[in-house]
Every structure is written in structure tokens, then in C-alpha cells.
């Protein structure tokens, strides 16, 4: 079987919800895709941050196919050992002491919505989030979403979510009133062309949220697990939510999700307020195990800060190289982005086609940057490889 038929059978029975790259992917290891062609690929999307310690990475390999001989799934009416385990690592290295687990990023945010609503007590359930955000596909994290585009076609969303303009501390303040409960942000926003929320902005909403008496919430879907050259993207900022959700890297390509929070939160979830049939899975949370595990080794973030900082470099060359398409570079760790001028966003699209067709895969993120998110554990050579190739497509496109 070939790209061509994996291609044509996908089209005729897959619902329309994806544009894909023309290609079956059949295999990974590393920073490297196969495809059903043969095609090898330079993998600097990791399933959009999920494959961080990259693809098949042989320690969450093995803990996946030991657990799955010992136990697959028994429901959360018993407690689990990997479960467990991988709570009390999330809580040892995080301001949190407690976690609930899911299945995704959409579902974590879910759960921190409803704990922000149940633990504010009646006739409080607003939550402010930013424009450019992106929280998820479900009703409640696209209503959180503050990106139109995302509303159209599904209205009326639930009630219970505003908007505040990205980096505007007073107008975030002047939306809140007696029903907001929380404030929900991404302390580095991926999907809308990485974009930082500045230091002293964050600052500042932990300062308003304090003054107010709500929640701040860290979306760290994306951001958590290593992504941006620290365990969790919040120790870089000088400031602690009350609730982070992880989802993505979690599990290194498993699905799973997590909602951390502390304990004085946390006591109004009670038995039958909210749950999850696959949560926390035994499979699922046995690969988080052994993914924490790894990035928790010694020098893992030294080395990822080295690795970065020469990507970075790298990224501000092409930057300079050509001005007339990209203005800068922006994002942490290996969650970077080059970010387009006028010109260079019309032809966005087209660089990452021309990419591909070298075997580099990269995105466009939010029509403004072309984003990078290889696995944290990318080779010097491998961002060279990309970077040439960048290069190329930019000189012959521009
Ligand atoms: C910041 C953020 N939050 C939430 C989500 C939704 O995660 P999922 O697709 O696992 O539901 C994403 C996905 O891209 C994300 O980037």
C-alpha cells in the first residue's frame, strides 16, 4: 500500500475535520518519520508538542509494553500503581498537591472550568479569557477560545465566557463583576503564532486575580511537560496559578490530559462531581511515568537550554537573511517561531508545502509565524538540516 491509496481510502470514509499533508505516515524513531512510500521526514512538529521525547523513545516504549501485559484498564472505581505514581511526580515537581486525570487537553481545561465554577459557589461560573487564545474543541474550551474563528457555526456557545485583548491588564479588569470566577490563559500562546504573555503582563493578573479573589488558570497544554526548557512553562514566569492543565507531551504520543491544583481547591471536586471512565489510564499513565522520569534526569533541561538558544540564533540569522518576508523570532525552549511579515503570511502556507516536500515538517501557526516544535531532544545537525532547507525555501520563494 502506497501514500496514494492510504490516501484515497482515508478520503472516502474520514469525516472532513482535517487537512493533512499528502502522506500515510507509517513509522517513527527519534526525530524521524517514515511514510508509506518510504519517504524519511524530519519531524519538527512531534505531533503538534506530543512526541517531545521523540518518537518511539525506547524508556516509554518498554514501561507502555510492560504495563500493557500486566493491566490495560480497570476504571476509576480502584486506585491504580502508574496512576498514582504519576500523580505524586506531577505533585513533587509542581506548585500543585493535587491532580485529576483525562484524556486531553480540551478535557483538562473542561475540568478546570467546572472545578474554577464549583468551587466559587453559586451565581459566580464567568471566566475572562484572551483574545488569541486556544483552549480546545469542546463547547465550553471553544466558548474559552478567543479566536472567532473557532465560534463560527457553532452559536450559541455556553454562557459564561468573555474575553480580554491579549497584554491589557485594565481592560481584563474592567470585565470582571460579581460572576467571574477565573482567569484562563495560556502563559504562552502556540496555536495563535507563538506569542509570550509578557513577564510583567502575568504578573499583573496574578495581582489582579489576588485583588478579586479568583482563580488564575495556566493552560500549560502545550506549554507543559518540558516544552519551553522547564518542566512545567509557569516556573519561568515568577508566577503560580491556582490550576494548570498538561494534556499533549504527557504521555509522549499516548492520549492523556491532567488538571493540577492545590488541595484547598481541589476539596470541592467531591465522589460524582466530575470523572472520567478512561482518565488516568494504567497504559496512558504508566508512559507519563516514564516520561517525567526521563525529563527529570540530570542536565535534560541544561542541554535543551544549549540546543535552544543555538536554534534560536539560528532562526534570527534567517530572520536578518530576509527581511522582507520575516520580522523576528519569538517562544522558549523548543517552542519556537519565525514570525512573517505581511508578504512573508501570504506565502506561509506555501513554505511549509515547500518544506514538506523536502522532508521537513514544520507549521504556520495563527497566519503569522512558521512554528517549530521538534522534540526536546533534537540534534544540532538536525535544526542545521532544517535551517538549510528553510534557506532554500525562502530565497527561491522570495
Ligand atoms: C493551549 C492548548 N490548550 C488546549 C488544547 C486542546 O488540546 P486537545 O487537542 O488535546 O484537546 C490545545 C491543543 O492544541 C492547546 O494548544
Known amino acids: 500500500m502506497k501514500n496514494s491509496d492510504w490516501i484515497a481510502r482515508g478520503e472516502a470514509v474520514f469525516a472532513g475535520t482535517y487537512s493533512r499533508f ?26 503538534i508538542a506530543v512526541c517531545s521525547l521523540g518518537h518511539c523513545h ?27 505514581e504519576l500523580a505524586e511526580l506531577l505533585t513533587t515537581h509542581s506548585f500543585a498537591d493535587r491532580v485529576f486525570m483525562c484524556n486531553s487537553g480540551a478535557e483538562a481545561n473542561e ?7 464549583i468551587y466559587s459557589g453559586e451565581g459566580r461560573y464567568e471566566v475572562i479569557s484572551l483574545t488569541g487564545s486556544f483552549h480546545g474543541r469542546t463547547l465550553a474550551t471553544v466558548a474559552a477560545t478567543g479566536q472567532p474563528k473557532f465560534h463560527k457555526g457553532f452559536e450559541p456557545l455556553p454562557a459564561g465566557f468573555v474575553h480580554a485583548e491579549f497584554g491589557e491588564p485594565q481592560e481584563l479588569e474592567r470585565l470582571i463583576n460579581a460572576k467571574t470566577c477565573a482567569v484562563l490563559c495560556e502563559p504562552l500562546q502556540g496555536e495563535s503564532g507563538v506569542r509570550p504573555l509578557p513577564a510583567d503582563y502575568l504578573l499583573e493578573l496574578r495581582k489582579i486575580c489576588d485583588q478579586h479573589g479568583l482563580l488564575l488558570i495556566f493552560d500549560e497544554v502545550q ?38 491544583t492545590r488541595t484547598e481547591i481541589a476539596a470541592a471536586f467531591t465522589p460524582g462531581t466530575h470523572a472520567s471512565t478512561f482518565g488516568g489510564n494504567p497504559v496512558a499513565a504508566a508512559a507519563g511515568v516514564a516520561v517525567l522520569k526521563t525529563m527529570l534526569t540530570e542536565h535534560f533541561f541544561t542541554d535543551l537550554g544549549k540546543r535552544s538558544s543555538y536554534f534560536v540564533k539560528q532562526l534570527q540569522e534567517l530572520a536578518q537573511q530576509f527581511p522582507q518576508l520575516c520580522t523576528g523570532v519569538r517562544g522558549r525552549g523548543m517552542l519556537l517561531g519565525l514570525v512573517l511579515t505581511e508578504q512573508g503570511i501570504a506565502l506561509g502556507m506555501e513554505i511549509v508545502r515547500r518544506m514538506f516536500e523536502r522532508g521537513l515538517l514544520i507549521n504556520f501557526a495563527g497566519m503569522q509565524a512558521l512554528r517549530f516544535i521538534p522534540p526536546l531532544t533534537v540534534s544540532r545537525e538536525d535544526i542545521d538540516t532544517v535551517i538549510k532547507g528553510l534557506r532554500e525555501v525562502l530565497a527561491e520563494i522570495g
Request: proline content about 5%; aromatic content about 8%.
Open 22 to 47: 499528502p502522506a500515510a505516515i507509517v513509522r517513527g524513531e527519534g526525530c524521524r518519520l517514515w511514510d508509506a512510500d518510504g519517504k524519511e521526514y524530519l519531524d519538527f512538529l512531534s505531533g
Open 58 to 84: 525506547p524508556v516509554v516504549t518498554e514501561a507502555i509494553c510492560k504495563q500493557a501485559q500486566k493491566l490495560l484498564h480497570v476504571s476509576n472505581l480502584f486506585y491504580t500503581e502508574p496512576q498514582t
Open 111 to 117: 475540568a478546570a472550568i467546572k472545578l474554577a465554577r
Open 223 to 260: 506549554t507543559g511537560v518540558g516544552r519551553t526548557g522547564s518542566l512545567f512553562a509557569y516556573e519561568q514566569t515568577g508566577v503560580i496559578p491556582d490550576i494548570m492543565t498538561l494534556a499533549k507531551a504527557l504521555a509522549n504520543g499516548l492520549p492523556i490530559g491532567a488538571m493540577l
